[in-house]
């Protein structure tokens, strides 16, 4: 185990003007909703679909 490596999947990388939640990998416009994912990803293993549809639509 490393808990370096946990603590740096805490973080949301920003992306010019987007945020993206680093489990599921999908693209927020708000910083908030891509910390929503993480935490909520980290918690359950998977995203929530109520979160996801905020989610910027990748073309
Ligand atoms: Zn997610």
Redesign the pocket.
């Known amino acids: 185990m490393n808990d370096a490596n946990n603590l740096y999947l805490l973080l949301v990388i920003q992306d010019d003007d987007a945020w993206i939640?680093n489990?599921?990998g999908?693209k927020y416009n708000e910083r908030l909703w891509a910390e929503k994912?993480?935490d909520?990803?980290k918690r359950h293993q998977a995203?929530s679909f109520e979160?996801?549809k905020h989610a910027v639509k990748n073309h």
Do not use: D, L, M, R
Request: with cysteine; hydrophobic share 35%; aromatic share 18%.
């Open positions: 939640g489990v599921c999908f994912c993480e909520y990803c995203c979160i996801i």
